[in-house]
């Protein structure tokens, strides 16, 4: 197939790392969107991204640059970029600093423990926020789960399974395919889809909600309710490294009495749902124009939704 026939690099905040694994001075080489990145943690605690080619002579500046205050300093000739605007701040050998003296920066925000980046094709600034999602540091839910995969796919294919019901039959050896709605909120940028089933669950069969909420392409959340009492509540987003390849990061928590009556195989069975995908996902090819059947109605609906987040190419 053509390889070119894949979509971009859609629009949108988009996770590259766990808060937690950024120390303050650290610095990290990155790269996303089909571009090198120098991610660092500032002497104030700040997260920040850079486009990682320094102005001068291309020096990278993650191979040997280290943290100056709020700066990143390049490890060739030291010159030092703001973490918060990329302009070139001090030149250590020079007064006058060129107004070209610049790299490219990427807003950043942190939220339920990731490191978000905000990519956009035409470099438009953000026009929504992560969410603060409450489940994640709630003393009445566990302690969440993490975990991330990597996965040779385009990342739209990955987030199509959520509008994918009969696959919850076929892959995840749901009872039957669920019935399922969806609307949208946000001037249509962000959908809720409910699904409803029988599941079996450590509690026993019940008949399930399985809520799942989507903030623009690649930020995504399930939640089953149902059982009562007790709750799961699973967040990821999913990271386009190129057009081919895709990561997807998960943190995953559920009802302090669920872990009691479960048990910690309980978090192992959900991460085993999502890799139940992982050998289709891995050996796909993208259809940018599929042969659908008269159920498919959510699969088209899912497509031209996701059409919304492309800049569109020069
Ligand atoms: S290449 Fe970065 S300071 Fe010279
Ligand atoms: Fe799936």
Redesign the pocket.
């Known amino acids: 197939m053509d390889q070119d026939a894949v979509p971009g690099i859609p629009n949108g905040w988009f996770a590259v790392g766990w808060s937690r694994d950024l120390a303050i001075g650290e610095v990290r080489r990155i790269y996303y969107f089909e571009e090198e990145l120098v991610l660092f943690r500032t002497r104030t605690g700040k997260s920040r991204v850079l486009s990682a080619y320094?102005s001068?002579?291309?020096?990278h500046l993650a191979e040997g640059g280290r943290v100056a205050g709020e700066t990143v300093r390049?490890p060739?000739?030291?010159?030092q970029y703001d973490g918060e605007t990329g302009k070139c701040v001090e030149i250590p050998y020079c007064d006058r600093i060129p107004k070209k003296a610049k790299v490219r920066a990427w807003e950043t925000m942190e939220r339920n423990g990731m490191i978000f980046v905000w990519h956009h094709g035409e470099q438009k600034p953000p026009d929504w926020e992560v969410p603060e999602i409450p489940q994640l540091s709630d003393s009445d839910w566990a302690e969440p789960r993490t975990f991330e995969i990597e996965v040779p796919i385009h990342m739209q294919d990955m987030a199509e399974n959520n509008l994918d019901p009969v696959h919850f039959q076929v892959v995840h050896s749901m009872l039957s395919v669920p019935d399922t709605h969806i609307d949208f909120a946000e001037s249509g940028r962000f959908m809720h889809a409910v699904s409803y089933s029988e599941q079996e669950t450590p509690y026993g069969t019940f008949d399930m909600e399985l809520h799942r909420d989507s903030w623009c392409l690649g930020m995504s959340s399930v939640e089953s309710r149902g059982i009562p009492t007790a709750g799961l509540y699973m967040f990821s987003s999913t990271t386009p490294i190129d057009r081919h390849t895709t990561v997807s990061r998960w943190a995953i928590t559920s009802t302090n009495n669920m872990v009691d009556t479960a048990g910690e195989e309980w978090f192992t069975g959900v991460t085993s749902g999502v890799r139940d995908d992982m050998r289709i996902w891995a050996n796909k090819i993208h259809r940018p124009n599929p042969v659908f059947c008269e159920a498919d109605k959510l699969l088209v609906e899912f497509r031209k939704w996701a059409a919304q987040f492309y800049s569109p190419t020069v």
Do not use: E
Request: proline share 0%; glycine share 10%; with cysteine.
């Open positions: 320094c001068h002579l291309g020096a390049c060739f000739h030291a010159w």
